[in-house]
């Protein structure tokens, strides 16, 4: 048995309402950004649908994005496994590849992952190419706007 579960009655918000809500802190100059994750191998990984992302995170107004890879510890790669052998067996073979023992993938899907995100990035303005530094200019002063997102 599972030591954590989420709750039936909890479920993340809506992408649309997380990139409005991304629009409105960046508008208030609160630097905010968009953070992908896990991406899912051959599920969520798509070249087309990351792409529309990151261009929806521009849309919005995001200073960067990020696109971070599924990891599976030991004791998740127990339960997502079987997973992916229930609902996606035909991912199971590249799943134990990509993972085999280790928890956070090979390199090479990482550095696949990275350089598919940077070309999207820099094709939509934001971000810079790695993780770090925004290339999008931010405001530094507070204002009253913000006071009224909390």
């Keep these: 048995m599972p030591i954590c579960r989420a709750s039936p009655n909890r479920a993340a918000p809506r992408p649309d309402l997380r990139l409005a809500a991304v629009r409105k802190l960046n508008d208030a100059g609160i630097p905010a950004g968009v953070i ?3 991406v899912l ?3 969520t990984d798509k070249p087309k649908e990351l792409e529309a992302l990151v261009k929806a995170a521009a849309d919005a107004g ?5 696109a971070n890879p599924l990891f599976l510890k ?7 496994l079987p997973f992916i052998a229930e609902r996606f067996p035909g991912l199971l073979p590249m799943y134990e590849r990509l993972y085999g023992e280790r928890d956070f993938g090979s390199q ?5 992952l990275s350089a598919l995100m940077s070309k999207f990035k820099k094709k939509y303005g934001i971000g ?3 993780p770090r530094g925004p290339i999008r200019e931010r405001s530094e002063g507070r204002t009253d706007a913000q006071l009224e997102l909390f």
């Design 108 to 112: 090479a899907y990482r550095k696949h």
């Design 41 to 43: 191998p051959g599920i």
């Design 36 to 38: 992908c994750a896990p």
């Design 128 to 130: 810079a190419p790695g």
């Design 74 to 80: 030991q004791c998740s790669r127990s339960i997502f």
């Design 62 to 66: 995001a200073i960067n994005i990020y």
